[in-house]
């Protein structure tokens, strides 16, 4: 299956809705969770937010996303938004009756985390809904001036219900999370008790503690080392031509710096605690 996805808004003059919490970080943050653990799965994922973009005007946001969408060929389109105006709860918007199946999953999937079900409304009004060739659902998780709906916000449920709902798989943890408890339990790192930890990618108490116990730098070689440089690689910091040896040495080094740079950590080249947490996010 291929699902193209887009944030709301996340670009100019695209801003998104104001209430307890802002809409634009929340859309981004689930559409994020979304593609991360939809990661080496058979589910291929393209995400077609212009994020941070200038437009002249909204309606160009919104072709752009369209565009990208209808290019992509995906069999199902997802607009992901939080909703405001003083409600409570889940709503989806769409046109199709295929759409529909999958909304009504998702409403019902989103619900059952403990938000109201508004159900799925008629979505010929929206441009994103009406323009994609492909069946389209937008979804409004929850409300973004609701006390209620903000207080129960968990990225990580919604994007996981929204899987399920659209893949039937139920997507327990990610897959970056289960590559690092793996690569602990291989270097002998051991959670609080002494035990391997669980491969389940999940960030559990358990799993934290075992991070707290590593530390990485210059001179160090271990299947973490791979971790960490696999991870690096993958978000854009090149560790040398010997790749993902294991070893950290200089190049590591300078992707590191780099990477704690470009995050606003303390740039010393050393992976601790800190560095550890935003390269699992
Ligand atoms: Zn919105």
Redesign the pocket.
């Known amino acids: 299956m291929k699902i193209s996805i887009d944030a ?2 996340n670009c100019t003059p695209d801003g ?2 104001i209430g307890i919490k802002r ?1 634009d970080p929340l ?1 981004k943050e689930v559409v994020g969770k979304i593609i991360n653990k939809l990661q080496n799965t058979t589910t291929k994922i393209i995400d077609c937010t212009p994020y941070g973009q200038a437009f002249s005007n909204v309606g160009q946001s919104l072709q752009y996303r369209c565009s990208k969408a209808n290019q992509s060929n995906s069999d199902l389109h997802l607009c992901i ?2 909703n405001a105006g003083g409600g409570e709860g889940v709503e989806c918007y769409v046109t199709s009756q295929t759409a529909k199946n999958y909304a009504i999953k998702i409403c019902n999937e989103i619900a059952l985390l403990g938000y109201g079900n508004r159900g799925v409304k008629d979505g010929s009004h929206l441009f994103v809904v009406k323009n994609t060739n492909m069946p389209c659902v937008l979804v409004e998780c929850a409300f973004i001036d609701s006390t209620k709906d903000m207080s129960m916000y968990n990225a990580d449920l919604i994007a996981n219900a929204i899987i399920k709902a659209v893949t039937g798989n139920l997507i327990p943890g990610n897959s970056v999370i289960a590559a690092f408890q793996a690569a602990c339990n291989l270097s002998g790192i051991t959670d609080k008790y002494g035990n391997k930890l669980v491969v389940d990618g999940v960030r559990s108490d358990l799993t934290s503690s075992a991070l707290a116990k590593v530390i990485l730098k210059k001179g160090t070689s271990s299947n973490l080392v791979k971790w960490l440089q696999t991870r690096l690689i993958t978000l854009g910091f090149p560790c040398g031509s010997g790749g993902a040896d294991g070893i950290f040495g200089a190049s590591t080094l300078v992707a590191v710096k780099n990477f704690q740079a470009k995050n606003k950590l303390v740039v010393d080249g050393t992976v601790g605690t800190n560095t550890l947490n935003k390269l699992l996010d």
């Open positions: 709301g808004h998104g809705a809409e859309t938004h939080f």
